[in-house]
């Protein structure tokens, strides 16, 4: 069973399949075809094979330049920053009841940013000595 890839990027020379469905890099199906041709394209076109869609009958890869390669990893990192997270979580707060003014309002302002990213906020206040 091949490995799955957790990274985007360029497969170099490693490919498990010995058919492929191949796009070049203007986004064209090229068909399918054997690994051998599938690299010997890439080698023609200078260009680095990337995986697309490993479930797919044949696995479908991509010809693409290193320039594009790295904008389809910072797009997908911004995807990735974007998405909201599951699961909740919860942020938890405790100071004394004699908190100076200055401290007390910095940590509202710390409070109030955790509300903000939808954070459940736990706060406790213990009594002064």
């Known amino acids: 069973e091949p490995k799955t890839k957790a990274a ?4 170099g020379r490693r490919i498990p399949y010995r058919i492929l469905h191949v796009i070049n890099q203007d986004g064209e199906s090229l068909g399918n075809m054997h690994r051998a041709e599938a690299l010997k394209l890439m080698d023609q076109h200078d260009l680095k094979l990337v995986l697309l869609r490993e479930n797919a009958d044949p696995p479908v ?5 290193g320039q594009q390669i790295h904008e389809e990893q ?4 911004e995807k990735k920053k974007a998405s909201p ?3 909740t979580y919860i942020k938890e707060l405790s100071f004394s009841s004699a908190i100076a003014k200055n401290d007390l309002e910095t940590k ?3 409070i109030a940013q955790w509300i903000e990213k939808k954070y459940h906020v736990k706060v406790t206040i213990r009594q002064a000595k």
């Open 8 to 11: 985007f990027g360029s497969v």
């Open 61 to 65: 890869y991509r010809l693409m330049t």
């Open 74 to 77: 910072l797009r997908r990192a």
């Open 85 to 87: 997270k599951t699961g």
């Open 108 to 110: 509202t302002k710390q």
